[in-house]
């Protein structure tokens, strides 16, 4: 019988769970042309005037040169936004902003939903985000925990938190928090044997923390077989494009 919500199957050991092959030869070029280049291009216009009609602090995104007022952002553009413990609510806001348009892209749907939900909780959701983001550096499940139906803000789920706790370690190699949406759960299901994960996301904190116990481990043993330090988002990048 397989549990919901990413509870192990009682005859699951995620300690015994071995990277597929296809991601080892996923390996071979180095973190900083694999990680630091992965962009996204995003409607920084629409984003921009959002956030002043709202009135909301942290703006604006990136200049918006590109055609129809896009541009693009990269994994190592959202690295540099992290600056330590992010002590203005500008810092923690615009790591957000950022984050949100780069998980989302071209796609819209429910980012006017989620800013009205912030504006009207702001205070609150501020404080949990920058608390999220302290733990995020030692504590992976405290970190999700914090957000996990905590942090007063609707339509922000997983798939979009786990990246702003990703992306707080500012590309740290030891960062232990990595994103995890359904694409990346499903390719955990299907490709690597963990079969009671689940890829509709809900994911309860505890699920969290194994994941990234799991993807560190991986990390570790790439990085003895290759000579090299590999990161926990380079598997989950080679997770996430299957």
Not at 10 to 22: E, I, R, V
Not at 175 to 202: F, M, Q, T
């Amino acid at each position: 019988m397989r549990h919901h919500h990413g509870v192990p199957h009682p005859g699951t050991d995620l300690s015994l769970l071995a990277l597929p092959p296809q991601c080892r030869a996923g390996l071979a070029l180095p973190r900083t042309e694999r990680i630091h280049p992965h962009t996204v291009t995003v409607p920084a216009a629409w984003w921009n005037a959002e956030l002043t009609a709202r009135d909301l602090p942290g703006g604006p995104l990136t200049t918006s040169t590109g055609e129809a007022g896009r541009t693009a952002i990269s994994r190592s553009a959202l690295f540099r936004l992290a600056p330590g413990p992010m002590d203005s609510d500008d810092d923690v806001l615009r790591l957000l902003w950022h984050v949100l348009a780069w998980g989302s892209g071209l796609k819209l749907r429910n980012n006017r939903r989620r800013l009205d939900s912030i504006r009207d909780g702001r205070p609150a959701v501020i404080t949990a985000l920058r608390e999220a983001a302290t733990s995020a550096r030692t504590d992976p499940e405290a970190a999700y925990r914090r957000l996990f139906k905590g942090a007063g803000v609707r339509y922000l789920g997983p798939a979009f938190f786990t990246k702003y706790l990703y992306f707080a370690g500012a590309g740290s190699f030891d960062h232990p928090c990595v994103i995890l949406d359904s694409r990346v759960a499903e390719a955990l299901n299907k490709r690597c044997g963990w079969y009671s994960l689940r890829a509709g996301g809900g994911w309860p904190p505890e699920t969290y923390g194994r994941y990234c116990t799991l993807l560190a481990r991986w990390a570790s043993e790439e990085s003895d077989r290759l000579g090299r330090q590999v990161g926990a988002d380079e598997i989950e990048l080679w997770l996430f494009r299957g």
